[in-house]
């Protein structure tokens, strides 16, 4: 089997300080290696149709207004689905892995601020974070996504009620997409199409100027 870990040898920090691998593993390295682990097991060529339209050029889509799920606009329908099968998906994958709120922190700081991780391997990272978070015991979520390489989309996808993400640094398109009675509160910006789908619940934004 492919090590899980190829693509995060190393992450940098602001400082320019290099940050060993085993800074983040050691506490449990099982459980980071199953995590990453199963996130390649995810459809890897739906996650190249869903990088490759959010890639995209703004001025290359018409967005559109829209409060609910049965109002979004058509070219929205086809990338909500890919990213409800993909969240199904993680959540059966993971559902055999003891983890806690700390692992799920040190998996975003891993493949955030790794520079060698591809778009698709940090970018739709959010996704596959938004089904740990909602599978976990744990309520509240604070993460810092400052000096990140790559904005995180979909973070708070389907976003349960009694769950709450506190995110300090920008977060990508569809942040809160699909939010199902969670809180997600943003000191930052967010990118388009956030809050697609949502049913319920609160996105709070925050400028951080």
């Not at 290099?18 to 506490?27: E, G, M, N, Y």
């Not at 390649?40 to 409060?67: A, M, T, V, W, Y």
């Not at 979520?141 to 708070?156: A, K, L, P, S, V």
Request: include cysteine; hydrophobic fraction near 35%; charged fraction near 20%.
């Amino acid at each position: 089997m492919k090590n899980p870990f190829s693509s995060f040898k190393k992450v940098t920090v602001n400082s320019g300080n290099k940050i060993p691998l085993d800074h983040f593993v050691q506490k449990n390295q099982q459980v980071m290696d199953d995590l990453l682990a199963q996130y390649q097991c995810l459809d890897q060529e739906e996650i190249q149709k869903l990088c490759r339209f959010l890639n995209q050029p703004l001025h290359n889509i018409r967005e559109s207004g829209f409060h609910c799920i049965d109002k979004l606009p058509d070219i929205l329908h086809l990338p909500m689905n890919r990213a409800r099968e993909l969240y199904a998906s993680s959540r059966q994958l993971i559902e055999h892995i003891t983890y806690t709120a700390d692992d799920i922190k040190d998996l975003c700081t891993l493949t955030g601020l790794s520079k060698s991780a591809k778009p698709e391997q940090a970018g739709l990272m959010g996704l596959y974070i938004s089904a740990l978070i909602n599978a976990c015991d744990a309520s509240h979520y604070e993460f810092d996504f400052q000096g990140h390489h790559q904005n995180r989309h979909f973070m708070g996808f389907g976003l349960e009620t009694g769950k709450t993400i506190i995110v300090k640094g920008n977060l990508g398109c569809f942040a809160g997409a699909q939010l199902n009675g969670g809180e997600l509160k943003v000191t930052g910006t967010i990118g388009s199409w956030s809050a697609a789908g949502m049913t319920k619940g609160r996105i709070k934004i925050t400028s951080d100027e």
